[in-house]
């Protein structure tokens, strides 16, 4: 029966979002109330699976509209022998407009007690995003006794104008043991640091100033760093003499290409080893000067001669130095204001060499070799003589006198380099690249003439230096890296470095002597390789309709982040054209600085998916340590297409979220919370 334009009443109606002639679910209803593009109000309502009743409720308001509506969460039951009858996720969602949402909702546990959990969002297009969520609990079953948890996490983006922009990474927990008693996601659970991080950026012609709030702590072993405020203002290089407008097509004269550029740093930092240690604290402030006169010669050959001064402000320095008869220091910090000068000078030369071949060969047009070859001398006198008032010395109780620097515990700009350094650097960078040939499309679609697209190939540099003033080890460690470019293999991955030492080690002094190899002996090496693996191929196909419309519900667009999702396990969908995709990331990392103590860590991290039927999914995530033979950590996860309804199972064997998650729900993004749902992760509160 019809009410004006948009209100229908129906008798012995049925409500579905499954689109079969016969739906796999539905709600019948005695009496209904369709207001179009609205809400649907019924009663009593009986939910049919399969045309078997489930479950009744005496009254119901669905939404019958597109985007996001408020109203209230509708709470989920189970039970469980450790927390007893349970009702999850009663609340209420407040959307009130297009920028804004907001929820919150509670969870009671028979046998623990209260958990409160929600957030908000926000968001405006080209201006500003943000989130925030939070949990509260008291529960009394993780350690017999009633429990205070609580967390806090929330994010900001906001464009302030052209050149300047705000963002804001924020997390703060109650306790060191909060991820292991609430999550059941083993990345979160097995990170180890918490980090809070707000910042600010301007840019203008002239340079920029950038200013930040930083925060970390250390959840296993409480060492913490806070860093506020920490504002830096550089600005960029510009000539000391600008060349004049009427001669701004007159070459440049040599003074023309002096630049000079300046940048400050102020400072504040807190610094704590542990939770009992005691807290160190500092304020300072740090410029640096510098003039280049970049040129030229035989237009081949580029020579930058530079000179870099820098003043470092402090509030506190050690003074009195000395040692009681235990050998222990005992020198005072004197606050107030001090200043410290140094300075360094050098000179860079550098060119490029190129190398062209054309072999025809394989779709391969050109082959190229680009070699840049580069030298460096730099000066910097012995800031730890007397005369520049930087160190003191102390006799200690052998006799022996020793050199100590004012600043050397200094937890802002570090200590006064000691020594007087003449260095000569030397430098070769290889980029090789290539110009494929590829097959162009003419406008009716059809295979036309052949372009060249350049791409990279591999990266490979290496560096060395040698000090003339140095006492001892005057040649440094020779390092060397190695990549490969993504334009060669998209799903290969390889990066390699490497240091040599040209210094033999004396076993039997137990440390490394000034006498030289034959050949440079490898002390440290890393290498980082993978490559993944697919079947099928194309394009991932678009989502059906009612697929679509759930994602972005249920991350409400324009918002990215769904509420309370960070605690479960992760998730990783197969495209629906792929029949099978697998990834394998290798890591070796070996240190032979001392070859009686040998270090090695060598592991590989492996995750698939395989579609086994039409509607099957199967995933697999592991991470398994070579050398020890030992399963670190590894997933198992099962999803089904119901159709209308999705089945999601993921299995933790092991490792610290060692348990199940079993959840089948609707996947109309009106209907979601209409779902079964299974864990069992021991105490995780967010089951």
């Known amino acids: 029966h019809k009410i004006g334009e948009n209100t229908l009443y129906i008798s012995k109606g049925r409500f579905t979002t499954c689109e079969n002639r016969e739906p796999h679910f539905y709600f019948q209803t005695d009496e209904m109330k369709l207001v179009y593009k609205d809400k649907v109000i019924a009663k009593p309502v009986i939910l049919y699976i399969h045309d078997v009743p489930i479950f009744a409720i005496p009254y119901g308001i669905f939404p019958n509209r597109t985007g996001r509506a408020s109203g209230i969460t509708p ?22 407009n297009d920028y804004f949402d907001a929820l919150f909702q509670a969870d009671f546990l028979d046998k623990a007690g209260f958990l409160f959990h929600g957030g908000a969002r926000y968001a405006r297009r080209y201006s500003y995003t943000g989130n925030i969520n939070f949990s509260y609990s008291t529960l009394s079953y993780i350690t017999g006794e009633k429990t205070r948890l609580w967390n806090i996490d929330a994010s900001h983006s906001q464009t302030l104008s052209e050149s300047s922009n705000l963002n804001a990474d924020i997390h ?9 008693f609430t999550s059941i996601n083993e990345q979160q659970i097995l990170n180890r640091q918490i980090r809070t991080n707000i910042g600010y950026n301007s840019n203008y012609t002239w340079g920029s100033v950038s200013a930040s709030l930083s925060q970390s702590r250390n959840l296993d072993n409480g060492q913490r760093e806070f860093t506020f405020p920490n504002v830096t203002l550089t600005k960029s290089s510009r000539p000391l003499f600008p060349k004049p407008a009427a001669s701004r097509n007159q070459p440049d004269r040599w003074y023309q290409n002096i630049q000079y550029g300046y940048n400050s740093n102020l400072l504040r930092r807190e610094s704590q080893a542990s939770d009992t240690a005691v807290v160190l604290s500092a304020l300072g402030m740090n410029h640096n000067a510098s003039l280049s006169a970049p040129f030229k010669v035989l237009s081949y050959v580029n020579v930058n001669p530079s000179f870099s001064l820098q003043e470092t402000w402090f509030d506190r320095r050690e003074e009195r130095f000395g040692f009681d008869v235990q050998n222990h220091d005992t020198s005072v910090t004197q606050k107030g204001f001090f200043a410290r000068h140094t300075f360094s000078t050098g000179v860079a030369v550098s060119t490029k060499v190129y190398g062209v071949t054309n072999p025809g060969l394989l779709g391969v047009e050109t082959f190229r070799h680009v070699m840049t070859p580069s030298l460096s001398l730099t000066y910097r006198p012995d800031f730890s003589s007397r005369a520049w008032g930087y160190y003191e010395t102390a006799r200690d109780t052998s006799g022996q006198t020793r050199k100590l620097d004012r600043y050397r515990n200094s937890i802002l700009f570090g200590g006064t380099p000691s020594g007087r350094t003449l260095a000569l650097g030397a430098s070769l960078s290889n980029v090789f690249q290539a110009k494929v040939l590829t097959a162009e499309k003419d406008t009716a679609g059809k295979d036309g003439a052949h372009a060249a697209r350049p791409i990279d190939l591999l990266n490979w540099s290496s560096s060395i230096s040698y000090n003339f003033e140095a006492d001892a080890f005057k040649l440094s460690t020779l390092a060397t890296s190695f990549s490969l470019s993504n334009d060669l293999a998209r799903n290969i991955s390889l990066s390699t470095s490497l240091t040599h030492d040209f210094y033999r080690f004396d076993r039997t002094l137990n440390r490394r002597v000034e006498k030289l190899n034959k050949l440079p002996r490898l002390i440290n090496a890393s290498v980082t390789a993978g490559f993944s693996l697919s079947g099928g191929g194309g394009q991932p196909s678009k ?54 103590a040998v270090t090695r860590t060598f592991g590989v991290n492996v995750s698939g998916n395989l579609r086994v039927s039409r509607n099957w999914n199967a995933g697999y995530r592991a991470r398994y340590d070579i050398l020890e033979r030992n399963m670190v950590s590894q997933s198992f996860s099962f999803t089904r297409d119901l159709h209308c309804w999705e089945m999601r199972f993921e299995w933790t064997p092991d490792g610290p979220a060692a348990g199940y998650f079993f959840i089948i729900q609707v996947k109309s993004a009106a209907l979601r919370d209409i779902k079964v749902q299974r864990t069992d992760y021991g105490s995780r509160i967010f089951n």
């Open 75 to 96: 709470p989920s039951y189970n039970e469980t022998p450790r927390e007893g009858k349970q009702v999850r996720n009663f609340g209420y969602f407040w959307a009130p």
């Open 543 to 596: 989502p059906s309709t009612e697929t679509e419309t759930s994602a972005q519900n249920y991350s409400s667009q324009p918002f990215q982040q769904p509420y309370n999702q960070q605690f479960l396990p992760q998730y990783s969908a197969l495209p629906a054209d792929v029949p099978w995709n697998a990834r394998f990331d290798f890591n070796y990392d070996v240190s032979k600085a001392n070859p009686s």
């Open 172 to 180: 703060f927990v109650s306790s060191k043991s909060f991820y292991q």
